[in-house]
């Protein structure tokens, strides 16, 4: 079946700037992850979805970012006035759920964002 | 608060030679551990992962590794490393949220002929 997928693969926008990033989980998860991976560095983790609520978005930076997931499937991740220090791969995972037999996160192939 | 460190950032290993990538961790309770592997263009990969029980764990791709909680270590191994190997391999553990995952910041793998 289809994994996880994420448009655009790539974005490049100009300082302050709004832009926004999508990501299609996998049918059937209900629990939805962003992290942020910059150049050189292991993935951060931004944001989890449980069905359509935020469960948690203490990861994210700051006020600038915001997610949102109004069905329950397709979730995407908004930053507003972009600064050049937003520069990273945003991946999405999806899993099942929650618990040992259930929570094997499954990554997209991320979206490049370059703010010039 | 949960973190992980994977001490080397660059290895190259010739094709066919046994392979070894370090993995240390900070965590109170008994953590869940995992390896993923990420090619160019490819999104995160799951190797494998550890929750508890027997402590050597298999995982695809011919790799495993081994959890040995004296040392806080969970270092990935495979005994005949192939071209197509190379990749960038992240160690994380899942904290006390019970989803959120703290990754290394990775080693890099090259492999020569």
């Known amino acids: 079946g289809a994994g996880v997928s994420q448009t655009p693969s790539n974005k490049v926008t100009e300082k302050g700037k709004y832009v926004e990033l999508r990501c299609d989980p996998i049918?059937?998860?209900?629990?939805l992850y962003w992290y942020r991976q910059s150049l050189g560095q292991g993935p951060e983790f931004l944001i989890y979805f449980q069905g359509t609520g935020a469960a948690d978005d203490s990861g994210l930076p700051n006020d600038r970012f915001f997610a949102v997931r109004p069905e329950g499937s397709v979730s995407t991740l908004k930053i507003q006035r972009t600064e050049r220090g937003d520069s990273a791969v945003y991946l999405c995972a999806s899993s099942l759920g929650m618990g040992q037999d259930y929570n094997e996160q499954f990554f997209g192939p991320g979206t490049r964002l370059t703010v010039l | 608060a949960q973190s992980v460190t994977q001490p080397d950032i660059h290895i190259t290993v010739s094709e066919g030679a046994s392979l070894e990538l370090r993995c240390n961790y900070s965590?109170?309770?008994?953590?869940?551990l995992f390896w993923y592997v990420q090619s160019p263009g490819q999104g995160l990969q799951l190797l494998l992962k550890y929750f508890s029980g027997d402590t050597l764990v298999q995982g695809i791709k011919g790799f495993e590794a081994e959890f040995k909680r004296s040392q806080s270590s969970f270092n990935l191994r495979k005994p005949s490393v192939h071209w197509s190997d190379a990749a960038e391999y992240f160690c994380a553990v899942e904290g006390d949220s019970g989803y959120a995952l703290n990754f290394g910041k990775g080693t890099s793998l090259l492999v020569t002929p």
């Open positions: 965590y109170g309770a008994t953590p869940y």
């Open positions: 049918s059937g998860h209900t629990a």
